[in-house]
């Protein structure tokens, strides 16, 4: 059976639906974006994937080249750069200077988290519980290089929805997944305790803790920001109490787990707990030194959900 069009949540959307699990997803042409999976079905009302219709963005997404945002005015005059050239204040602003490739003095700016999450993507294949989508990136002002992007999103017969993002690229690049995932009192993440981890945008990993006990129930959610460091971990049971529902959510990345992840929230902007596996490759974007080409470099990054209940 073919997959089904659906509009959601101000989406175009793909409807994945495995009738021997009877788990559903959706997943927009926008960015390839997983919007929703509900592991009983839509009719059972509950999606492990947070996705606010008041402000479509804000809904898991991949970021690429870049993490963060390139110039915090996007025009690049604020980018302060030292005697080597390099950006003065460190942190996940970067800049890339064309001179690096011969191609001149010049400082591009990329926005925030990149283009690739507000493309449309390419439908390349689909079935009723599987679609891989492309984005294909030719050379413009801003990244001069080319790169293709591959995402696979897909209910394997127990229920598991498995998404997750190729690309080859002229490029080293930095490559992200922020998983919004739903947010109810009560909810309790008991893998991510004893998780070394600093906080903010302290990327110099000074002044690191362990994640405690208290720190991975989420009765009331307040605005948080922690840079897990993972140790080969990726995966943890998510516990919805008030559902009586866990959901395994494992992370992975070629070819290993990402070594790093970003726990996110804010209250104000929505009730979800965003879990982003990074793969910041070295000398990528937000580095700001030393950029290096690599043709034919491959990356990968993905995560997958299941209900254990």
């Known amino acids: ?16 639906n495995n009738p021997r699990c009877g788990a559903q997803a959706l997943l927009a042409t926008r960015g390839a974006r997983p919007l929703a999976f509900w592991p009983g079905g839509e009719a059972s009302g509950f999606s492990v994937l947070a996705t606010t219709p008041e402000k479509p963005m804000r809904s898991t997404h991949v970021c690429w080249p870049n993490f963060g945002r390139l110039s915090l005015k996007g025009d690049g005059s604020d980018i302060q750069l030292d005697e080597n050239g390099n950006h003065a204040e460190g942190g996940i602003y970067g800049q ?17 988290h990149g283009p690739a999450r507000t493309e449309e993507w390419k439908v390349a294949e689909s079935e009723e519980n599987m679609a891989m989508m492309a984005y294909d990136h030719r050379p413009d002002k801003s990244f001069p290089f080319e790169a293709r992007l591959v995402a696979k999103a897909a209910i394997e017969n127990d229920g598991t929805f498995r998404y997750d993002v190729s690309g080859i690229g002229e490029m080293v690049t930095d490559l992200a997944i922020h998983t919004y995932l739903t947010w109810l009192p009560g909810m309790n993440v008991p893998g991510l305790e004893g998780l070394e981890f600093f906080e903010g945008s302290d990327w110099e990993r000074s002044g690191s803790k362990k994640l405690g006990r208290s720190e991975t129930w989420f009765d009331t959610l307040g605005a948080l920001e922690k840079h897990c460091l993972l140790d080969g971990k990726g995966v943890f049971d998510i516990s919805y109490p008030t559902l ?20 996110w929230a804010n209250p104000d902007e929505g009730n979800f ?15 700001g030194t030393a950029y290096m080409t690599r043709q034919g470099h491959l990356f990968s990054l993905g995560f997958s959900l299941r209900s254990l209940t």
Not at 96 to 112: A, D, F, K, Q, V
Not at 277 to 284: D, F, I, Y
């Open 96 to 112: 890339y200077s064309l001179e690096n490739y011969g191609l001149g003095h010049e400082i591009r700016t990329l926005p925030m």
């Open 244 to 263: 009586s529902q866990t959901i395994r959510y494992e992370l992975f990345g070629l070819p290993e787990h990402p070594d790093q992840m970003v726990l």
């Open 1 to 16: 059976m073919a997959v089904q069009m659906v509009s959601r949540y101000g989406f175009n959307a793909l409807r994945l």
């Open 273 to 287: 707990l965003c879990m982003e596996p990074v793969l910041c490759e070295r000398n990528s974007l937000n580095t």
